[in-house]
């Protein structure tokens, strides 16, 4: 598994509101002198109004890597450059500034919110603390951003989070994002707690309020379904690696890396005479204390050979004809 090179990066920089450089975050292990490698150096970038859709399994890091942008916790090394600022090397005060411009949805959107607090106070709160506009152009500001989310103002001034459902919590929690006109935000599987019906009005409501609003997404998951459906690109994580990047219909069309077609083997088809096939791969990632040398998906990967268990492969172009595919495997699926 990949994390060496940089050739899915773009050079496009005045188009690039995001750029993360060998992105490293470690988390020590009480006094053990050990660290666990959560994410263990990644680059990706993301252009203006597009969408990027980091998936993978659980563990992989994908959720790190949004905090590690936020800041939350700073990474351990590498660089985080938003709208042409290094983040790793602003202080506390820049810092809080510049997360104005960035937001997060958070992956349960009931602990999300103040449970204590009336639901228009909260979406209140960063206006509030920012001192945006009169206390009338605020409230004018957060009605507005009620209504765009589906939720009705007057209601939301007299009730609190728990008398919403949890796909009403979660427009709440958009609607708490969106009301200091950021340019990014960081989706952290905003859908997974929901319905599916829930999932896809949700999902619509997204789409909707980028087009309006010409926001900038990072839209983590572990569903490669509801990825393709929002993502414009697409990057594959598997154990603090970066193993795949591709515009999104090309990697579902023709997955270059056989940790990607598990994972899209693994959706389920709603075709109950469909055969139910096993994907190709057992046992459980390893651990990330102690990642095995090399490619890291080489201990599951049925392709694997002596240069997969000792050789780390470098990211590079697949696909030819200079397409927007890249792969980082010594044996991958599309030349």
Known sequence: MAGTGKAHLRDDDDDIVLRVDDLVVDFPIGRTGLTVSAVAGISLDVKRGETLGIVGE????KTTTGR????????????????????????????????????????????????????????????????RGSKAERGAV????????????????????????????????????LVLDPSLIICDEPVSALDVSVQAQVLNLLEDLKAKHQLTLVFIAHDLAVVKNV?????????????????????????????TKVLLDSIPVADPEAPDVPPPITGEPPSPVLPPPGCRFHTRCPFATDVCRTTEPEIRPVGGNGGDHFVACHHPLVA
């Open 142 to 177: 957060v009605d507005r951003t009620l209504e765009e989310v589906g939720i009705d103002p007057e209601r939301a001034a007299e009730s609190q989070p728990h008398q919403f459902s949890g796909g009403q919590c979660q427009r709440i929690s958009i609607a708490r994002a």
């Open 58 to 61: 659980s563990g992989c890091g």
């Open 231 to 259: 993502s414009d690109r697409v990057a594959v994580m598997y154990l603090g690696k970066m193993c795949e990047v591709a515009a999104s219909d090309a990697l579902y069309e023709r997955p270059a890396h056989p940790y």
């Open 68 to 131: 590690a942008v936020m800041q939350l916790p700073p990474p351990t090394s590498g660089t985080v450059r938003f709208e042409g600022a290094d983040l790793t090397t602003l202080d506390k005060a820049a810092m809080r500034t510049a997360r104005t411009r960035m937001q997060m949805i958070f992956q349960d959107p009931i602990s999300a919110l103040n449970p204590r607090r009336k639901v228009r106070d909260i979406v209140a709160e960063p206006l509030d603390i920012w001192k």
